[in-house]
């Protein structure tokens, strides 16, 4: 929960199997001055990692999208998350999510609602990504919200594309979304002052 007397703090907590989700993590952080947690490849996190989320006002998730949902890492921490579910300790904190798989379409929506799940089972409130869509004849790969999404920032990286090859579009709709999240948890951390 945010607490009235201290800045907002944020953090994204990811899985990344290839880095081009890693790089999405970077900028969303950039963007939100956030701490970054990678869950590892075998679906773990550290127990100091447990005590950031639980210490947060934001959280915002980031998974690739494989096979039509987030990786079975992703998953494995998010049941995980039970933990913190069962005491509430997530409660009221503001969140927010991101995907990336190489399709245009790959079925990211699907992930992005598994996270807004997720964050409502947590008793959160989630943040949309704010940013209309670039869909007119002269749109290119490196507009703002290429991908034409209201939930969060879905990115496309082609499947033989090395991560410093990504949109610059999807990376700075990524920087901007997370400057929103953590903006929207200040708003709230004022309005919970007064």
Known sequence: MITPNSFPSTV?????????????AEAIAEGAGARLLAIDAEGNL??????AL???DAIIFGSPTYMGGPSWQFKK?????????????????????????????????NTLQY???????HSGLWVSLGIKPSNVKA????????MGSYIGPMAQSDAD???DEMSVGDLETARLYGARVTSVARQYKSADRA
Do not use: C
């Open 12 to 24: 994204v907590v990811y899985h990344s199997g290839y880095g081009h989700t890693q790089r999405m």
């Open 46 to 51: 550290s127990d100091d990692g447990w005590a």
């Open 54 to 56: 639980d210490a947060a």
């Open 77 to 109: 921490f998010a049941d995980a998350s039970s933990k913190p579910w069962f005491s509430a300790k997530w409660q009221d904190k503001v969140f927010g999510g991101f995907t990336n798989s190489a399709s245009l379409n790959g079925d990211k929506l």
């Open 115 to 121: 996270f807004v799940l997720l964050s409502g089972q």
């Open 139 to 146: 749109s290119n790969r490196d507009d703002l919200n290429r």
């Open 161 to 163: 594309a090395a991560p």
